[in-house]
């Protein structure tokens, strides 16, 4: 890859992982708004405690590793393998909110990348042929199709997708808990430090370690599905 491509590359990365990607993400807390009203997390530290376990023992143990084997799928136009992959997350989303969650951002950034057309060329028409056959199509999926679809490095895709969660995470604590600016970018950077171990992790991480065994996120994302007033949508 010449240094023109590696940037265009990374930069695909900086639009896909930004908040400006119409997909929808602003909306969700993933259960955080319900551990908010149950005062499970209340302040500057009990956030960042809470979203760096679910980042630790849900995201970078399942979703990530997922998306990363969906990204090697992809490359290889194995449609067996990302079928397989896809499914293996629908049936890993614990609550119907969290399903619905990963199914509307799948569709939004599938119909986006529909819009946008991509290079031409038999390969990429086999690689966007087995996108639009997905029944149902993960946010995991249609992201790594995406950052293969780019050119972006496995490592790096597998880092912009952690990254997008981390910053979605932390912008839900700024509006409800609420946190202030500071209180944000402090959660941030200690996030950051957490980020290359954890993506060491997946990209060796076997196939029978994957699991998102987490049963407060769990609990929270089933009690937001009746929670009196809330601004999220999970």
Same mark, same amino acid.
């Given at each position: 890859?010449?240094?023109?491509?590696?940037?265009?590359?990374?930069?695909?990365?900086?639009?896909?992982?930004?908040?400006?990607?119409?997909?929808?993400?602003?909306?969700?807390?993933?259960?955080?708004?319900?551990?908010?009203?149950?005062?499970?997390?209340?302040?500057?530290?009990?956030?960042?405690?809470?979203?760096?376990?679910?980042?630790?023992?849900?995201?970078?143990?399942?979703?990530?590793?997922?998306? #990363? +084997?969906?990204?090697? &799928?992809? !490359?290889?136009?194995?449609?067996?393998?990302?079928?397989?992959?896809?499914?293996? =997350? $629908? *049936?890993?989303?614990?609550?119907?909110?969290?399903?619905?969650?990963?199914?509307?951002?799948?569709?939004? #950034? +599938?119909?986006?990348? &529909?819009? !946008?057309?991509?290079?031409?060329?038999?390969?990429?028409?086999?690689?966007?042929? =087995? $996108? *639009?056959?997905?029944?149902?199509?993960?946010?995991?999926?249609?992201?790594?199709?995406?950052?293969?679809?780019?050119?972006?490095?496995?490592?790096?895709?597998?880092?912009?997708?952690?990254?997008?969660?981390?910053?979605?995470?932390?912008?839900? *604590?700024?509006?409800?808990?609420?946190?202030?600016?500071?209180?944000?970018?402090?959660?941030?950077?200690?996030?950051?430090?957490?980020?290359?171990?954890?993506?060491?992790?997946?990209?060796?991480?076997?196939?029978?370690?994957?699991?998102?065994? *987490?049963?407060?996120?769990?609990?929270?994302?089933?009690?937001?599905?009746?929670?009196?007033?809330?601004?999220?949508?999970?």
């Amino acid at each position: 890859m010449t240094a023109a491509a590696a940037m265009i590359a990374q930069t695909h990365l900086f639009r896909l992982v930004s908040a400006t990607l119409p997909v929808g993400a602003y909306s969700y807390s993933q259960g955080l708004e319900w551990a908010m009203e149950d005062g499970t997390v209340h302040d500057e530290a009990s956030a960042a405690a809470w979203i760096g376990d679910a980042l630790r023992y849900v995201v970078a143990t399942f979703e990530a590793p997922i998306a #990363l +084997r969906l990204h090697r &799928a992809w !490359l290889a136009d194995a449609a067996d393998r990302v079928l397989y992959w896809n499914s293996l =997350i $629908l *049936a890993g989303r614990e609550s119907a909110e969290l399903r619905a969650e990963t199914l509307q951002m799948g569709y939004s #950034l +599938r119909r986006l990348i &529909a819009q !946008l057309g991509g290079k031409p060329g038999a390969q990429q028409e086999k690689r966007r042929a =087995i $996108l *639009a056959a997905l029944d149902s199509c993960s946010y995991p999926a249609a992201f790594a199709f995406a950052a293969a679809e780019a050119g972006i490095a496995e490592r790096d895709m597998v880092l912009g997708f952690c990254w997008a969660w981390c910053e979605s995470q932390v912008l839900t *604590a700024l509006k409800a808990v609420p946190l202030g600016q500071a209180a944000g970018q402090r959660t941030l950077c200690a996030l950051i430090e957490l980020l290359p171990a954890l993506i060491e992790q997946c990209i060796v991480f076997p196939d029978d370690g994957l699991s998102n065994f *987490a049963p407060g996120f769990a609990i929270a994302s089933s009690r937001h599905e009746t929670q009196y007033s809330r601004l999220f949508r999970s």
